[in-house]
């Protein structure tokens, strides 16, 4: 078994630093409500998320951010059983350490912003749960159908994403709180105290990525999934990477 610690800390680090941005976004927002207000912090959380994908560091790490993404490709089999679970105990704490330098940062302002906390709207709970699940199926469909195209359009896997987290922050989020990640509504739940319907969150988002990687490898003709990389380049590989035949190599 051999250990990748540089890419677990990367891991903190990019959930950390998306849960920071998060966290001040939200609290320069304060003043502004509704679906400006969403628009608004849409567009900034998936123009970290893009930059963190495409960045030195979540170029190696693979940039999933997410425990159910990194899950997922897991049970795909391209990634090995002890870096998956490092990856998630990293997103988790990475998550937490970045929300709680913003609530230092920011104080009392925080503390108000509802934005950061993720709780079912109206709906209740089924429509929560109903939606959590939907957008990580439909996240993970796109991820697995873009990054294993053809290179020309793989390389715009980060942008897909980033743009369906902006889309679903605008949206969706009056009826979840748009989570798609258990390490994120952690953080968000551990800083603010607030640990309304919780499993929704540890159960949908994973739920719905499996079921999106279980129907694409059942679909007649889908490429093989090459690599658990969201923005994949030549070099060092840590992940059971099928662009090894291509000059690509192990990382250890």
Request: proline share 7%; glycine share 10%; aromatic share 12%.
């Amino acid at each position: 078994m051999r250990l990748h610690w540089p890419h677990y800390l990367i891991e903190a680090w990019g959930l950390g630093t998306f849960m920071f941005v998060a966290g001040m976004v939200a609290v320069a927002l304060s003043d502004v409500h509704g679906f400006a207000a969403r628009a608004l912090f849409g567009v900034a959380m998936g123009t970290t998320a893009a930059t963190i994908v495409y960045s030195a560091w979540g170029t190696r790490s693979g940039a999933h951010l997410n425990p159910s993404l990194t899950l997922t490709y897991a049970w795909l089999g391209k990634i090995a059983p002890w870096d998956a679970a490092f990856y998630v105990l990293a997103q988790f704490a990475g998550g937490a350490l970045g929300l709680g330098l913003a609530v230092a940062v920011a104080r009392e302002p925080l503390r108000r912003a509802h934005d950061i906390v993720t709780q079912p709207g109206p709906g209740g709970p089924g429509i929560a749960f109903a939606a959590e699940f939907a957008m990580a199926f439909v996240l993970m469909s796109t991820v697995l159908t873009v990054s294993n195209a053809p290179p020309r359009i793989a390389r715009f896997t980060g942008v897909a994403a980033a743009v369906l987290v902006a889309l679903f922050i605008t949206f969706e989020a009056p009826l979840s709180g748009m989570s798609l990640n258990p390490a994120r509504t952690f953080a968000s739940a551990l800083h603010a105290r607030e640990w309304t319907a919780l499993w929704i969150y540890f159960t949908a988002p994973p739920l719905g990525m499996l079921a999106a990687a279980a129907l694409y490898v059942r679909v007649p003709g889908a490429a093989p999934v090459r690599c658990a990389r969201l923005h994949h380049v030549p070099g060092p590989c840590i992940f059971r990477c099928g662009y090894r035949d291509s000059g690509a190599t192990v990382e250890g």
